[in-house]
């Protein structure tokens, strides 16, 4: 693992392999040990890139939103470091939202992208609201009540009783995460961008994944996305909910795999 200092932070992130750069974003709230078993499966032919984005993992938390652009800018910022002008950009969930905005701001340096288990639209006004609570409740209470919460919208129930390892390896990711990082991510994604209107002027490749059973993030937005962009490959997972790359990680892998081979 290494840091560079992006303007007011240090950023933590992981650089494996050679070969062309894929850059894979976590979801809140995780950090980048999410994607080990994709760095594991590319590694031997990619570059693959994994950043703890602002606030999460071992990057640094700073007060207020930490909005998505403002994250799609700091992975701009690693990429220079690392020089590398032009990526894949894959994200799951949150990390999908921060693809998307960094395709709106960065189109050029995007070969493709992968979009995990998320959705264009923004917030609804209730949404917006439950972030707010949540926020509060992490800086208040620390992350026990949120991993309690949402532990069985990220995993299916056949998962939770019967892949304990599994269970246990998500909820610590989110009992690791530092309360100032969570509230940063809500409040960032409460004022995220509606992506929908940039979905059609997609022109690069597009993978999108998503678990059959993902209550956060439905099926029905990767079908929007996938009608939008032009030429994008939907994979429905079956027997997978929101984390569904953990959840169904040799599916995931290989659908991944061979999307990027295609790609060279
Ligand atoms: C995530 O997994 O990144 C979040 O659940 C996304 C969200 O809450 O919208």
């Not at 950090?31 to 993992?57: C, F, M």
């Not at 799951?92 to 960065?106: C, D, I, N, R, T």
């Not at 961008?193 to 059959?212: E, H, M, N, W, Y």
């Not at 996938?226 to 599916?251: D, F, P, Y």
Request: aromatic share 4%; charged share 25%; glycine share 8%.
């Amino acid at each position: 693992m290494s840091f560079i200092r992006v303007d007011d932070i240090q950023l933590a992130y992981t650089d494996t392999g050679l070969g062309q750069p894929v850059v894979l974003l976590h979801g809140y709230p995780f950090n980048r040990t999410l994607w080990a078993e994709q760095v594991g499966a590319l590694s031997n032919r990619y570059r693959v890139i994994t950043p703890d984005l602002r606030g999460l993992g071992e990057s640094d938390a700073t007060p207020g939103a930490a909005t998505m652009n403002r994250m799609a800018q700091d992975v701009a910022i690693l990429l220079d470091h690392l020089e590398i002008s032009r990526a894949v950009i894959g994200g799951l969930s949150m990390g999908g939202y921060v693809a998307l905005a960094f395709y709106k701001q960065f189109p050029s340096r995007v070969r493709a992208l992968v979009l995990a288990d998320t959705r264009a639209q923004a917030d609804t006004e209730e949404g917006k609201q439950t972030r707010f609570q949540q926020a509060e409740k992490a800086l208040a209470e620390g992350m026990a009540g949120i991993a309690d919460s949402m532990l069985p919208k990220l995993l299916t129930p056949e998962t939770v009783s019967k892949r304990p390892e599994l269970v246990k390896r998500v909820r610590d990711m989110m009992l690791k995460t530092k309360s100032e990082g969570a509230a940063g991510a809500l409040l960032g994604m409460a004022e995220r961008d509606d992506q929908t209107p940039l979905l059609s002027q997609i022109s690069c490749p597009a993978l999108i994944l998503v678990g059959r059973e993902d209550p956060i993030t439905p099926v029905r937005d990767s079908e929007k996305m996938n009608r939008e962009i032009a030429g994008s490959r939907l994979v429905v997972i079956e027997n997978a909910a929101h984390v569904s790359n953990l959840e169904r990680t040799e599916q995931f892998n290989n659908e991944l795999v061979r999307f990027l081979n295609l790609l060279s």
